[in-house]
């Protein structure tokens, strides 16, 4: 026995029920809601809608994520605590069910307000939305780790969790944009489509925090001391295959978040079409429900790290072909998009399950504290990626406006929006794919099995 897994090997041979695995998988469907919609239409609500400049656009959606820095390791903490103490982390997951409350406050924003208070209003609801994230997410992740599984039946599970966030991302993708008035939306429209994806983030947490009491009456572990917090934060960090792991999923997340943040403005800048908005969703979502499996198969088969590589490949390339912009026209456009699509679904499904193969290496109890750490990464680069966008907008030149009002671009801020989603992402992803090669633990992951 190595020091992978230290308890007895016959424990990590369990197989989940598709039952539980399902009502698990459940509660992304509401993460998913919180981490696309934002990420989709939250700068261009400001800057479009609120006729906030992109520049402070940007900023009000940078600022609150560095609090999640110190609060998402803070909050894996408390839930290791939570693990000591009770034996699971249902209370820290029903505290994090008030996440829908937050997002329908994020599109509520009073009539009157427009520019910096819009702005404010925004980042204040932003912050407490962040913070419920965290208690929600944090421990939803340390699921994996809690369970008595092996290296394939994390992937199993992490698999079923991203065919259901997929679904979750593609519905609330497409249906957002229309609830909001579509062409023609307005602040009334935003604030409908607030509350009524709310609603639907509520049930669908419900539901997942069953699925993992479920989970863990199958297949859970025995509860362990927890550390301190700042001796488990350093053990994370000084983690040798954690660093390079979270490393390159901070570019991952980053260059997704770019890409969901900029495909409104390529839609109606670039192809001269607002209505393809929902299409390129769709093209960037869909293809996970197919090819999720696929990437399972392909990560049994040559292991999680060579399968993750590809997937960033890929995506690097389909960056490419969209910084051509219309010249390489519609059906072109589209079916790159839909390779970005098929690379997002390895990205999510792979790292992921890679996560608790590193927690069980390092022999620790501190899995919230590393999953805590992990969600700050990923809550890090969904903030990078706007802000990355939003500069490059505000570099071109480009010039915020009222829901209503169609000002006209200058050539400049036409470019920006073309090479921000298309050359910036490229180069991204191929940062993340140089800091992935740094990872070395997958061969012996496999192996101890």
């Known amino acids: ?233 350093r053990t994370a960090l000084r983690d040798k295959q954690f660093r390079p792991l979270g490393a390159a999923y901070l570019a991952m997340s980053t260059t997704t978040h770019l890409v969901l943040a900029g495909v409104p403005y390529y839609a109606e800048y670039e192809l001269r079409a607002p209505g393809m908005t929902t299409v390129l969703v769709a093209a960037f979502v869909a293809p996970a429900l197919l090819v999720t499996p696929a990437w399972l198969m392909l990560a049994r088969r040559i292991g999680k790290q060579r399968a993750l590589l590809g997937a960033q490949g890929a995506f690097a390339a389909g960056s490419l072909v969209l910084a051509v912009g219309r010249p390489a026209g519609l059906p072109v456009l589209v079916g790159a998009v839909a390779v970005l699509g098929v690379a997002f679904a390895g990205m999510q499904l792979l790292p992921f399950s890679m996560l608790p193969d590193v927690i069980r290496a390092a022999g620790t109890t501190g899995a919230g504290t590393y999953t805590g750490v992990w969600t700050a990464t990923e809550a890090t680069g969904a903030a990078l990626g706007p802000y990355a966008y939003a500069l490059c907008l505000a570099a071109g030149g480009f010039v915020a406006s009222t829901a209503g009002e169609s000002p006209a671009q200058p050539d400049a801020a036409l470019a920006a929006v073309r090479y921000g989603f298309g050359l910036l992402p490229a180069a991204a992803m191929l940062a993340a794919l140089l800091l992935q090669r740094r990872y070395t633990l997958d061969a012996t992951a496999r192996a101890a099995t």
Not at 155 to 166: D, E, G, I, K, Y
Not at 191 to 201: D, F, K, P, S, Y
Not at 215 to 231: D, I
């Open 1 to 233: 026995m190595t020091g992978l897994d230290r308890r007895p090997a016959a424990a990590t041979d369990a197989t989940l029920p598709r039952g539980p695995l399902a009502g698990f998988a459940t509660g992304s469907l509401g993460m998913g809601i919180w981490v696309t919609v934002p990420g989709l239409l939250l700068l261009y609500f400001l800057t479009d809608v609120l006729a906030v400049g992109p520049w402070l656009a940007g900023l009000a959606l940078l600022l609150p994520k560095i609090a999640d820095v110190l609060l998402h390791p803070w909050v894996g903490h408390r839930a290791d605590v939570e693990q000591a103490r009770r034996g699971d982390r249902r209370r820290l997951l029903l505290i994090g069910c008030a996440l829908p409350v937050a997002f329908a406050a994020l599109f509520a924003v009073p009539g009157g307000l427009t520019g910096a208070p819009a702005a404010a209003w925004v980042a204040v609801a932003f912050v407490a939305g962040n913070l419920l994230f965290a208690a929600y997410q944090v421990p939803y992740l340390a699921t994996p780790a809690d369970l008595r599984i092996g290296y394939d039946e994390r992937t199993r599970l992490m698999a079923f969790r991203m065919v259901v966030l997929t679904l979750g991302i593609l519905a609330s993708g497409l249906l957002a944009p229309l609830l909001t008035g579509g062409d023609a939306a307005t602040r009334g429209g935003y604030q409908r489509m607030g509350v009524v994806l709310a609603v639907a983030m509520l049930a669908a947490m419900l539901v997942g925090v069953a699925g993992i009491a479920r989970l863990r009456g199958v297949a859970s572990g025995s509860p362990a001391p927890s550390h301190g917090g700042w001796r488990a934060l």
